[in-house]
């Protein structure tokens, strides 16, 4: 039998949208935690899309939308597994009752709410906390809860230009309008959240005891610059960018390989690794030039250093350089797209993907999470759920609610299982 995972036992509602506030449930339930996502057909996660087909969220399974769009969104599937969902209109106070009914036999809520938010609707810690004195209850945010961000709303997009992603990703010469758009603040927060959530449960397991944690998305992003904002804090420099490039080392760059678009990233942060490399490229001449023999001078002269290196790469197939480079012990790594991703034999006998069913549309890979505990993986025991999914266990079996209440609370809408029309 399998070892149970850690936080088996554990239930958690979710109240949020987007990336930052699911992932950090979706990581709790990938450890165990039995997740509940609390929306309302009224309005619902953003990341599901549109009610009807988005042209704004690409990524429907066989890119169809099929008769639940909002179910399937690729925005959507990718922070939602291992969960189960139910609807309850919180703009009403009837719905707020309700949720405090859940509350009273849950163990976590999170939420990303703007701060303030919650409290306006009669669900902040303080409300709680009074059902559930041990509750644990995490706020999630892009500023935090205090100072003069602190009521702002974000995005991924926005928290990564306030925390100097933005700056750093272009190229020389270029302007930050020319960034590749990356959320991984999203990623970065909802990993931290998780990671807070868990120690806070083991303080109530040594102590009894609840609390509200108040986290930062920005605050947990700035950490991924740690070295430019360091240089700032001792030298007072500013960095620009190098794009692919790196401040101090060389070669540390992005080549072309044969083919259509195909390249590799090398890294060379030592004396070995430069021999290494030379050997690897056949001892050319120019690698013996007083330019390119100390990490100094290498970096001084990077440009030159670059043209050459992908002169010799491009000749080269990409999957066989990366092999041999990492045989010579140089970092070394293909830049692959999505379908070489998907398609790597590394990944697939690590169980990296796994494939889950989407109801009525049929059985898809979807990447899991990074762990393995006790010889078990911790994967996607769950596909995401269909809005409304466990309305029923979450209002029969978790609240003992009456057929004839649960019908009357349908027929006002406080729940459902489609969303109305403007639900967003």
Excluded at 44 to 73: I, T
Excluded at 260 to 271: A, E, H
């Amino acid at each position: 039998m399998a070892a149970p995972l850690p936080l088996e036992g554990i239930r958690v509602l979710e109240l949020a949208e987007g990336w930052a506030g699911p992932m950090t449930a979706m990581w709790l339930g990938d450890l165990g935690a039995e997740v509940i996502k609390i929306e309302a057909i009224q309005r619902y996660d953003h990341a599901r899309g549109q009610v009807n087909e988005s042209r704004a969220l690409p990524g429907y399974p066989n890119k169809s939308p099929g008769e639940r769009p909002y179910d399937v969104a690729a925005a959507y599937i990718q922070a939602n597994r291992n969960k189960l969902d139910a609807t309850i209109d919180l703009s009403r106070t009837r719905g707020v009752a309700l949720f405090k009914e859940l509350v009273a036999v849950s163990d976590v809520v999170v939420t990303n709410m703007v701060t303030g938010v919650p409290e306006k609707m009669g669900i902040g810690y303080g409300d709680l906390a009074k059902i559930r004195p041990d509750l644990i209850m995490l706020i999630s945010s892009g500023y935090g809860a205090s100072g003069p961000y602190a009521r702002r709303v974000t995005m991924g997009g926005a928290m990564d230009g306030i925390a100097g992603f933005t700056w750093l990703r272009h190229y020389p010469g270029q302007t930050p309008d020319t960034a590749t758009f990356s959320i991984h603040t999203d990623v970065v927060t909802g990993m931290n959240n998780a990671m807070a959530v868990q120690m806070a449960l083991f303080h109530r397991n040594r102590t009894g005891r609840g609390q509200v944690i108040e986290t930062s998305g920005v605050e947990a992003s700035i950490h991924q610059i740690h070295v430019s904002l360091m240089d700032y804090a001792l030298n007072g420099q500013v960095r620009t960018a190098h794009g692919n490039g790196h401040e101090s080392l060389a070669p540390y760059g992005c080549y072309p390989c044969a083919g259509n678009d195909r390249w590799l990233t090398i890294t060379v942060y030592s004396k070995g690794q430069w021999r290494a490399l030379c050997n690897a490229m056949g001892n050319p001449a120019w690698s013996r030039e007083a330019r390119f023999a100390t990490m100094a001078e290498r970096v001084k002269h990077r440009e030159a250093l670059h043209e050459r290196i992908g002169e010799w790469t491009k000749g080269q197939e990409q999957m066989e350089l990366m092999h041999r480079l990492q045989r010579a012990g140089i970092p070394a790594g293909a830049v692959y797209d999505q379908s070489q991703v998907a398609r790597d034999p590394h990944y697939a006998e690590r169980g990296a993907f796994q494939r889950v069913t989407l109801k009525g549309y049929g059985e898809y890979p979807i990447p899991t999470s990074p762990w393995t505990i006790a010889g078990r993986h911790a994967g996607a025991r769950r596909p995401p759920p269909r809005l409304a999914e466990h309305n029923d266990y979450v209002f029969r079996e978790l609240l003992h609610l009456r057929r004839e209440t649960i019908e009357g609370l349908r027929r006002e809408e406080y729940i459902g299982e489609r969303p109305v029309q403007k639900a967003i």
